[in-house]
């Protein structure tokens, strides 16, 4: 039989060939608490006082550890609620990602990663009703980083910490709540379910 030696050449080939690289697009809706900087609070007053935030992230992560994440997340109640109005932060950023697939790309697994971004911080703060309220959207960066812990090829949990910050200067001149014009930053820790593609 000359080609059985072929055919097991090209069996144990096979064995021992690298696996395909696979990309990951994963989406993680999140909760988090926003703390520190211009949220005023410290990471545990922050939980007392309901400072939360809510969002989601659509991450694609190429078969290596180079991936992109668009991050929106909404913060009702940013700078506090009392009763002559309300304030909110929205943050939109795209993020390049460097993270480690440890265990592989499918099953369970576990991947650090570290993040870096820019994008845009929206905040409002609304007094005695729409006719006394002052917005501003700014150019901002972020940093970050957390874990992503896999439980399974399509489903996982994220932990997540990251940095915003503007780039300018925020004037809210209606009221106080920024003692004088300076830039908004805070950080948000969150944890989300991931739904891995």
């Known amino acids: 039989m000359p080609f059985k030696r072929p055919l097991a050449l090209c069996v144990l080939l096979g064995l021992f060939a690298p696996a395909a690289a696979r990309a990951d697009t994963m989406l993680v809706p999140f909760l988090g608490i926003n703390f520190g900087g211009n949220s005023g609070r410290q990471l545990s007053n922050a939980i007392d006082a309901g400072r939360f935030d809510w969002g989601f ?6 078969g290596g550890i ?8 909404r913060s009702p109640d940013f700078f506090g609620r009392s009763d002559i109005g309300g304030s909110s932060v929205l943050t939109a950023t795209g993020n ?3 993270g480690i697939p440890i265990g592989g790309q499918t099953g369970i697994g576990f991947r650090p990663y570290a993040l870096a971004g820019l994008g845009l911080i929206r905040s409002s703060f609304d007094a005695l009703g729409d006719a006394r309220s002052v917005d501003s959207n700014e150019a901002a960066w972020d940093f970050g980083g957390g874990a992503m812990f896999f ?3 399509h489903v996982g949990l994220r932990g997540d910490l990251r940095y915003f910050r503007t780039f300018r200067r925020v004037d809210f001149d209606l009221v106080d709540i920024l003692e004088r014009p300076r830039r908004l930053d805070f950080a948000r820790a969150s944890a989300g379910f991931i739904v891995r593609f």
């Open 66 to 73: 180079l991936g992109l994440e668009a991050d929106v997340a």
């Open 57 to 62: 992230s659509l991450a694609y992560m190429g």
């Open 96 to 98: 390049l990602l460097i």
């Open 151 to 153: 439980l399974g090829t």
